[in-house]
C-alpha cells in the first residue's frame, strides 16, 4: 500500500509512519513542522525513521495542510491508496489562547484532506478525533454510543467538527471514514507540552511540578504502541455502512455511510497523582508539587469504552503504566542526555 500520512513528525504520526515502513507499506509523510513546541524534536523524530531500517520507501514534504493547491498536487501526483491524518494543532490549553491556529489547521485544513481524498479515489481516510470531544459528558466509562455535543473547549470543538464533516463526505461521495479518538497518548518521542512529559521534565530538572484539579482526575494514559497498533489495525479495515443503522434510534458512533468513530485508549484510568508517583519512582526522585485547581477546557476524567475496537478489529491494548513510563524514561535519559 502507499499510505500518505500527514503530521509524519509528530508524536503519533512519526510512530504510525515506522510501524507502516516496517510491514513494507510506502509511506509519504508531510508535516509543517511547526513551532507549536520544540521543532529540533520533530526533526529529531524525521532522522529516527531515516535512520530505521525499514521494508517500504519513506519520503517527506514540508508542507501546510492549509496550502490547498500544495495538498491537491501531492494527491494527484502520489496516488495513495490510504490516508492517516494525525497533523492537526494539538492541546487544549493553547485553544484558549490561539483560536484561530484551530480553525485554520483543523478546520480548513481538514477541509482540504476530504477534498483531496474524494477527488482520488482514497480506499480509506482514518484521522485523528480526541477523548476531549466528551466534554461535559459525566457518564463514565465513555462511550461512543454517548452524546457528545458539549464540547469545553475549542480543540474539542474542531475535532467534534472532524467528525461531522467527515460524515458528509462519507455520505454524499461514499468514501470509508474512520475517526479514532486517542486518549492521552504517552511514550517515547512524546508530546513536551502533555503532562507525562511536563512532569518528567519537572522531575529531572528539579523544577516545582504543576498538579491541576489538585491531582484528583483521572486519565486514561495510552502507551504509544498501543495506540499505533488500533490505528493500523483500523487502516486495514475500511468503514463500512452499519445495515442495522436506525434513523428514529441513531448511533452516534456509526452510519448508514461508510463511516465509524472509535475510542482508542487503554481502559484504564491512573489518578494524576498515581502516574506522577510511578514517575518519581522510575526517575529516582521526588518533586516538590504544586496542586493547582482545574484549568478551564479541561475535563475532570478520560476513561475510554473500547469494546467496539475490540470487536471490530481485534484492538487489544498490553502495556501496563509501569512498563509504558519505563520505556519513556529509558527514551527521555538518552534523548536528554540525563
Ligand atoms: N497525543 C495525544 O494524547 C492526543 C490525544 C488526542 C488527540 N490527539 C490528536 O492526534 C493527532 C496527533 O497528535 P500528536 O500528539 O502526534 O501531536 P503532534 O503535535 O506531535 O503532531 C501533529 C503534527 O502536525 C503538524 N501540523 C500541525 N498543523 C499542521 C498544518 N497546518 N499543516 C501541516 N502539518 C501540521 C505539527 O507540526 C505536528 O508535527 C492530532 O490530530 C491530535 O489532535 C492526540
Not at 478546520?107 to 466528551?134: K, P
Not at 459525566?138 to 473547549?153: A, L, R, T, W, Y
Request: net charge negative.
Amino acid at each position: 500500500m502507499k499510505v500518505l500520512v500527514t503530521g509524519a513528525a509528530g508524536f503519533i504520526g512519526s510512530h504510525v509512519t515506522q510501524v507502516l515502513l516496517a510491514r513494507g507499506d510506502d509511506v509519504v509523510g508531510i508535516d509543517n513542522l511547526n513551532s507549536y513546541y520544540d521543532v529540533n524534536l520533530k526533526e529529531a523524530r524525521l532522522e529516527w525513521i531515516a535512520d530505521t531500517p525499514a521494508s517500504g520507501d519513506f519520503s517527506f514534504h514540508k508542507m501546510d495542510l492549509v496550502d490547498q493547491t500544495a495538498v491537491d498536487a501531492l494527491f494527484v501526483n502520489e496516488k495513495f491508496d490510504k490516508v492517516v491524518h494525525l497533523a492537526a494543532q494539538a492541546g487544549v490549553r493553547y485553544s484558549i489562547e490561539a483560536p484561530r491556529e484551530y480553525i485554520e489547521s483543523n478546520v480548513m485544513g481538514f477541509t482540504n484532506i476530504l477534498e483531496a481524498c474524494r477527488h482520488n479515489s482514497i480506499q480509506h481516510l482514518v484521522y485523528a478525533s480526541s477523548s476531549s470531544v466528551y466534554g461535559a459528558n459525566e457518564s463514565i466509562p465513555f462511550s461512543g454510543k454517548d452524546n457528545v455535543d458539549h464540547p469545553v473547549s475549542l480543540y474539542a470543538a474542531t475535532k467534534k467538527a472532524n467528525e461531522l464533516m467527515a460524515h458528509t463526505y462519507s455520505h454524499l461521495y461514499g468514501f470509508p471514514s474512520t475517526g479514532l479518538r486517542f486518549f492521552t497518548v504517552y511514550g517515547p518521542w512524546g508530546r513536551p507540552d502533555m503532562s507525562p512529559f511536563l512532569f518528567a521534565d519537572a522531575i529531572v530538572n528539579g523544577k516545582p511540578l504543576k498538579v491541576f484539579n489538585y491531582g484528583k482526575h483521572r486519565r486514561d494514559f495510552t502507551y504509544i504502541d498501543d495506540i499505533v497498533e488500533g490505528v493500523v489495525r483500523v487502516l486495514d479495515v475500511n468503514a463500512v455502512p452499519n445495515k442495522k443503522w436506525s434513523g428514529m434510534t441513531p448511533d452516534p458512533s456509526s452510519s448508514k455511510a461508510p463511516w465509524k468513530v472509535y475510542n482508542i485508549g487503554c481502559s484504564n484510568p491512573v489518578a494524576l497523582l498515581d502516574y506522577i508517583t510511578t514517575l518519581e519512582t522510575v526517575f529516582g526522585k521526588t518533586a516538590e508539587k504544586e496542586l493547582l485547581p482545574l484549568q478551564p477546557g479541561d475535563v475532570p476524567d478520560t476513561y475510554a469504552d473500547v469494546q467496539a475496537l475490540i470487536d471490530d478489529v481485534g484492538y487489544k491494548p498490553s502495556t501496563t503504566l509501569q512498563e509504558g513510563v519505563e520505556k519513556f524514561a529509558v527514551w527521555y535519559k538518552e534523548f536528554y542526555k540525563v
